[in-house]
Structure formats: C-alpha cells, structure tokens
C-alpha cells in the first residue's frame, strides 16, 4: 500500500526521491519521509532524516527548509498499516546508532517476536511499527559482521541485509541505506512490487513504474524472494538462495504524462468526464467497424488482443477481485451467464484464498485488478495457479485472464494472458474511468464467448454491439448534464448520515459501487442492496432522513424495481431515481435521466450519475476529493 522510491548515482538524490514520491502518493498520504547520505570534507558519511505527517507537501516544506543533501537516499509515502498515521511512525526507520535506513511496503508478520526479543537485548524503539525492527536487526548483523573484522562495503550491507530477510515472515519491499557506505543502497522484495530503473549515471528504485517513467524506460522488475545491491557502477542481483542472477532489463512502453487537471477542479471530475474519449478509443479498437453483412459474417463482431486458447474448452468461470474491480465483476458475471450461457462465480480475492472451492477443470480464472499490484488478488491468482500444477495431469484444463489498467504491473508478470482496459492514468482514488474500462472488458469477453458459442442468434449480438457504437455520444451528453444536476442536489445531503441504492438484475452491482463510491470520498455511510431485499430487513432503516437512490431501467425486473420504490416512499425516504424519464418514473422526488437504451447496457449508463452525485456531494463538503482519507490508491497489503 505505501509507496518506496530511492537513488543513487551522480545527481542530488533528494530531489529525484521527491519527484518520485509525488507519482507515488496515490499509494498513500498518511505521513512522509526521506533519509539521504552525504559525505563530508574528511570522507565520513552523514545521514540525514527528514519526515511529515499528512500530504507529501509537508515534507516537501520541511525539505526546502532545512535540505538533505547527498548522492544516495530513499524515500517512502506511507499508508498507515501498524501505528497511528503521525509523525513518529512515519518512514524512513533508523537504528539505535543513527546509522541504517529503511523504508517498507508491506507487513513484517512476526514483528511482534522479533521485537520482544530486540527489547531484551537493550534495543529501544521510538515507533509503533513492524518497520522498525528491521533496521536494529541489520545493525545488530553488521556489527557481528565487523567483528569478524569484515570492513565497511556494500557487500557487507548486502550480506546482513540477507540475514535479516531471512528471518522476517510477510510480503514486503524495502530499501536500506547505511551511513558507512554512502555510495551502496540494498533493496529487496517478496511478494510486493519493486522495481530497479536504469537512469543516465543513476540507478532507481521505486514501487510502481509511473515514479520512474520521468527518469528512465529501462526497468528491471525484482523477482519473488530477489535481493539487489546498488552502486553507481552498476546492480547486483541475487535469488532468495543467494544466486546471482542476470537478466536483461525491460523496455517501459506505458506513456504516463505529467498529471495535469486543466480545467478541473479535481482529478475525480477530469476523469469522470474522459470516460466518453476512453470508451470511444474502446470503440474504436475492438469492435466491428462495418456494416456490410458480407464483413459481418466473416469478423468477428469483437476483436481482443487476447490468445484464442483462452476460449477454447471454458465450462465455467470464477473472478476474483476486490473493491471496485469486483462490482465491476458481478455485472461480468451477469453477462457471461445471461449472454454466454458460461457458469460463472464471482469471489472476494481475500476471502478464496482460504476457502476455495473445488478445483474442478475447464475452468478460466480472471483476475481483476486496476492496478495489477492487488496483493489479495495476485495471491489468489497464485494460489489457484499451484492447485493446477498440484493436480500434476496433463488433460486438467485450466486458464487464467487478467484484466487491468497496467499490463507491466505484477499481474502482467505473472499472467501469459493480459486485457489491457487502455484507460490512461488514473490519479484519482475513488475509481471512474478504470471502473468503466473494466466494464467494458467484460463486455468484450462476453460478446466474444456468445459470439464464439452460439448462445444467442447473431443479429442479437450485432444489434448489442451496434448500439454500443453509441455509447461515447451517449456518454458525452450524459456526464455534461448530470455535472450540472447532480451539483444542484447536492445540497439535499448536507445533514445526510446514511443513503441506501437499490438495484436489481444486472443494475444491482451499480448500486453496490454507486454506495462504495459515497462512502469512499464524502463519508456519508451508504449500502446497497438488490432492490428486492429491501423488505427483509434494510427497509427497518428508513425514515424522512434516509434517501434511498434507486435504479430503474426498463427491461425484465423495471416493473418489480418501481414497486420495491414505492415501498421505500410509503416509508417517508426521500426518493431518487436513476433511469429514463416516462410515466412511471414520476414516483421519485428527484429523477436523474438517462436515455432509454437496452438493459444489457444500462449499467454502462446508470452508474454516471453514481459518481457524479458522490463527488459533488464531497466536493459541497469540501473533502479531498482525490485523495480521502485512509484511502490508497494501490492496495498491496493483505
């Protein structure tokens, strides 16, 4: 979750470190930190530490106040897992002595027994968290190393370093610095992204590629267990037995921009509004682009940069996401059974982990994750991986799919077959566009599948994809009108506490994301339910003070959707409605309108209004819209 950026080279390593950090800072924004080595006029090392709580221009303020200077140095942008979100916790952690650095992403699991030990021993800790163990622990290995009269280098950093992993337990990345040699930085990583940057005279090493894409297109991503010693001579690197390894580095291909708002007020607005360019750009790419029944017939109505082998054979097929990626899921979900005619499970990625179901062949298994960084979904992806190779026969058919915003993030890595949603650069937290890229994936697989299996007759699937076409100019209108309504009702939750969405069928997913997107940056609690499970229970919860948003869209459940609204009216709850405007949409207070399409697409539609009634109510709030707080952008902590 937190974010790493270090250097070494020939440049001023604080600068660089801060850059970095600001396109790491959607990662977390808790506290801040960076610790820099410099040498002096008599050649001895001096480390300076500076950190800050809150947003990363706190420490920028600190740094152009009293400097850090120094060729070598990390830095760390941090999302509190253990110890309050304060200054004392912040990273970099240091020794007892002053003397070793270290910033982590992650979670050291048996912190707790390695400290009581440490404590013994006469160490004394200044913080609440696991971090904080790791620098006494590799003090405590350097000076056995020196007793053994093994001189100050960066090798003898890179050998206690090693000691040290090898007695924590978790899934971590980290990068040491030590005072006795500035011109040596060690970094490692399990199960959690790292990657080393090639620069001009410089090496790097950051926690995702945007914080390098400014510096560098030569990347070396580490390996599971990998531990690397830097210098500006150049990278060592070495497998968790101690290996040296070789491998030539990487080309970055992302073009990741400087973010720039324009004229937006916030992130979230800006890419709220480019969902009509993405989804066109979609259009474009992957579906058909004539009308000639001749060409029709012999293209496929949906081209994807996808193997056909991940087709071929598929009997059912399970998701695993979270969050956002996994609402986006349930509508796939939705899709592959009522249009494909595939079984198909949808699961929380941390819940299958430890109880998954039967492993059963034939069976395409999708990863869903924006980021391709999401620790319980890359673990579940691996986890199902190692079920397959356990089965050990050669005829047990299995496949896995990841879908994602980042093709050269772990889950690119790690999976053969990647749908890369081709959104862009996505600064806000709260997930707009991603959310719609994602959807759209779905809806590519699907019509692929249906298409492929014959499940419904052709002319169905061309009118679908046809009326997808329409889908930017519907897009476009659609976020210009509700901007503006969706800020003039915003008022109406100045005193709100809590709202409940309600969907049915294939809408029931908008209104779970349509709540978490509320409940994300105005901090309004917010639930959603199937419009039909209103009665068995939730409708306990409403009063004149509880507006209930619903979700109404003509097709096979709109007559049951309406009905389930009345109920919530007779209750006294302030009711808004999502759907087209027509006679029996007059029941909602307040009505927000979109154009009557068919209702395999709807929730294309209906979950605009979502977002922009939720970042218009945080913005009338005046929360940070971008960044809320507990947030990170990339969850990489289990």
């Avoid at 990863?367 to 356990?390: I, K, P």
């Avoid at 007779?570 to 307040?590: H, S």
């Avoid at 209906?606 to 819209?625: C, E, F, K, N, W």
Wanted: hydrophobic letters at 40%; one cysteine or more; charged letters at 20%.
């Amino acid at each position: 979750m937190c974010g790493i950026f270090a250097s070494i080279g020939s440049r001023e390593a604080a600068p660089l470190i801060l850059a970095g950090l600001r396109q790491l800072e959607y990662r977390g924004y808790d506290s801040s930190g960076i610790a820099t080595i410099k040498v002096d006029d008599q050649g001895i090392g001096q480390l300076t530490c500076l950190k800050a709580k809150g947003k990363l221009d706190n420490l920028i303020l600190k740094y152009e106040k009293f400097g850090a200077t120094g060729l070598c140095g990390i830095g760390h942008i941090r999302w509190a897992t253990h110890g309050r979100p304060d200054e004392r916790n912040a990273h970099p952690h240091l020794d007892g002595e002053s003397q070793i650095a270290v910033v982590l992403n992650g979670i050291i699991e048996n912190y707790q027994s390695l400290k009581e030990i440490l404590e013994k021993q006469g160490v004394v800790f200044l913080s609440d968290t696991d971090a904080e163990v790791i620098p006494h622990q590799v003090a405590q290995e350097l000076k056995c190393l020196q007793k053994e009269g093994q001189p100050a280098s960066g090798h003898l950093l890179l050998i206690a370093v090693q000691r040290v992993v090898s007695c924590i337990k978790g899934n971590y990345a980290l990068a040491v610095t030590w005072v006795k040699t500035p011109e040596a930085l060690v970094v490692a990583s399990k199960q959690a992204p790292l990657l080393i940057g090639l620069g001009a005279g410089e090496f790097l090493c950051a926690s995702d590629t945007p914080a390098l894409a400014g510096f560098t297109r030569n990347i070396l991503p580490m390996n599971e267990g990998e531990i690397a010693l830097l210098t500006p001579l150049g990278i060592e690197l070495y497998d968790d037995k101690g290996d040296r390894q070789y491998r030539v580095p990487n080309l970055l291909s992302i073009d990741d921009q400087i973010a720039d708002k324009r004229n937006f007020r916030h992130f979230m607005l800006k890419e709220i509004y480019e969902q009509a360019e993405t989804t066109a750009l979609w259009v474009d790419r992957y579906l058909n682009k004539t009308d000639s029944i001749t060409d029709v017939v012999n293209q496929p109505l949906v081209s994807l940069k996808i193997k056909d082998t991940v087709f071929e054979g598929v009997e059912r097929i399970q998701i695993l996401a979270c969050g956002t990626s996994r609402h986006a899921s349930l509508i796939g979900g939705y899709l592959f059974e009522q249009l494909a005619g595939i079984p198909t499970s949808v699961f929380y990625a941390s819940e299958f982990r430890y109880s998954p179901p039967p492993l059963l062949p034939n069976t395409l298994t999708i990863g869903v994750t924006q980021s391709g960084e999401t620790a319980d979904t890359l673990a579940a992806l691996a986890m199902e991986q190692q079920r397959v190779q356990a089965k050990n026969d050669s005829t047990f058919m299995a496949c896995q799919l990841g879908i994602t915003n980042r093709p050269e993030s772990s889950l690119g890595r790690r999976i053969s077959n990647i749908l890369n949603i081709e959104v862009g650069t996505e600064v806000g937290v709260a997930a707009t566009k991603t959310f719609l890229g994602q959807l759209l994936a779905f809806y590519s697989l699907a019509l692929s599948f249906a298409e492929r299996r014959e499940s419904l007759p052709h002319y169905e699937l061309k009118a679908l994809v046809d009326e997808l076409k329409q889908l930017p100019h519907y897009l476009e209108k659609l976020i210009k009108e509700h901007d503006q309504l969706c800020a003039s009702i915003a008022c109406h939750f100045s005193d709100v506490k809590d709202v409940v969405f309600l969907g049915r069928g294939i809408n029931y997913p908008i209104a779970l994301e349509g709540a978490l997107k509320l409940k994300e940056i105005s901090y309004i609690h917010a639930a959603g339910y199937p419009a039909g499970e209103m009665k068995h229970g939730p409708i306990a919860l409403l009063d004149a003070s509880v507006p209930v948003i619903s979700i109404a869209v003509p097709g096979i459940v709109f007559d049951k959707v309406i009905s389930n609204a009345q109920e919530a009216k007779a209750r006294d709850a302030k009711l808004i409605g999502v759907g087209p405007i027509g006679p029996e949409t007059q029941l909602f207070d307040i009505l927000l309108p979109i154009p009557k399409v068919s209702e395999w697409l709807s929730p294309l539609l209906t979950i605009i209004p979502m977002q922009l009634l939720s970042y218009h109510i945080a913005a009338r709030r005046g929360l940070d819209v971008d960044q809320p707080r507990n947030l990170a952008k990339s969850v990489t902590v289990e």
